[in-house]
């Protein structure tokens, strides 16, 4: 059995992963329905997000999708079975107390503060790098389909995660 020192795998790959994390924590992604239309349909700053996080998906080799700017996902693996990961790209309006930048990831104390530094861009990046070492130093056909699966504003789309899968 193939084990992986995932600590030792993420301190490897720490700079990429700050730079991709920081560059979807720059992206200001509250709905905003007034610049709402038919491309955008929670404004053009969630699909900015989704765009960004599918972006570095495909340039790591994932197949990709968009699901009409609701959502969107990459998979690896094979069989019938997905293992499911849910995620989402949009955050909601900051409250009054902060004392940095929201949308400049700034690392204070230990600690990054920035707008979906812990809800949710932070946990996402987190899961796709937990996917990409799998799938980087896996040395045996995975029997399940791994997909992560970002939505904007959960539910709002009335679409199911198995929904989103096959379109």
Same mark, same amino acid.
């Given at each position: 059995?193939?084990?992986?020192?995932?600590? #030792?795998?993420? &301190?490897?790959?720490?700079? @990429?992963?700050? #730079?991709?994390l920081f560059s979807l924590l720059e992206i200001n992604s509250e709905r905003d329905d007034s610049k709402a239309d038919a491309q955008h349909p929670f404004g053009?700053? $969630?699909?900015?997000?989704? &765009?960004?996080?599918?972006?570095? *998906?495909?340039? @790591?080799?994932?197949?990709?999708? +968009?699901?009409? +700017?609701? #959502?969107?996902?990459?998979?690896?693996?094979?069989? &019938?079975?997905?293992?499911?990961?849910? *995620?989402?790209?949009?955050?909601?309006? *900051?409250?009054?107390?902060?004392?940095?930048?929201?949308?400049?990831?700034?690392?204070?104390?230990?600690?990054?503060?920035?707008?979906? *530094?812990?809800?949710?861009?932070? $946990?996402?990046?987190?899961?796709?790098?937990?996917?990409?070492?799998?799938?980087?130093?896996?040395?045996?056909?995975?029997?399940?389909?791994?997909?992560?699966?970002?939505?904007?504003?959960?539910n709002q789309a009335g679409l199911t995660w198995t929904t989103i899968l096959t379109m």
């Amino acid at each position: 059995m193939t084990t992986i020192d995932f600590t #030792a795998e993420v &301190e490897k790959r720490k700079e @990429d992963l700050l #730079a991709d994390l920081f560059s979807l924590l720059e992206i200001n992604s509250e709905r905003d329905d007034s610049k709402a239309d038919a491309q955008h349909p929670f404004g053009p700053g $969630p699909v900015k997000a989704l &765009e960004k996080f599918l972006e570095i *998906a495909d340039r @790591d080799g994932y197949p990709t999708k +968009n699901v009409d +700017n609701y #959502a969107g996902h990459f998979e690896f693996g094979q069989g &019938e079975e997905v293992l499911g990961i849910f *995620a989402h790209m949009d955050v909601v309006p *900051a409250g009054s107390g902060w004392d940095t930048d929201l949308y400049t990831p700034t690392i204070k104390d230990g600690r990054l503060y920035a707008r979906g *530094a812990s809800d949710d861009k932070g $946990p996402t990046t987190a899961c796709y790098y937990g996917l990409k070492i799998i799938k980087e130093l896996w040395t045996f056909q995975l029997l399940k389909k791994f997909a992560l699966l970002s939505e904007l504003m959960k539910n709002q789309a009335g679409l199911t995660w198995t929904t989103i899968l096959t379109m």
